[in-house]
Nanobody
């Protein structure tokens, strides 16, 4: 499984950025797709996820500001990030978890929010 992400970049506080990730390869048993982030000196944490049936989960820190969506036909997932804060600055990783509980990760894309 390969995960290719796009989007991100530099944005001012209060602004918006969107990320998109497309999965390719032998994909038969997806549990969910989502996005994790890792800020400077921090661990990688899942911030949003969505199952094939559309059930979503968000970290408390992004609820009400981030929206995840999924195109099952294209095996893609997008993350719309609004009202961005400097503390949202991080490398964002596309994630796919299989039913076997194995994780697959994209290479990461940097989002920088300036104050």
């Amino acid at each position: 499984v390969q995960l290719q992400a796009s989007g991100g970049g530099l944005v001012q506080a209060g602004g918006s950025v969107s990320l998109t990730c497309t999965a390719s390869g032998r994909i038969f048993d997806i549990d969910f797709m989502g996005w994790a982030r890792q800020g400077p000196g921090q661990q990688r944490d899942l911030v949003a996820s969505i199952t094939g049936r559309g059930r979503v989960n968000y970290a408390d820190s992004v609820k009400g500001r981030f929206t995840i969506s999924r195109d099952n036909g294209r095996n893609s997932v997008s993350l719309q990030m609004n009202s961005l804060k400097p503390e949202d600055t991080a490398i964002y990783y596309c994630a796919l978890r299989a039913l076997s509980r194995n994780y697959y990760w994209g290479r990461g894309t940097l989002v920088t929010v300036s104050s």
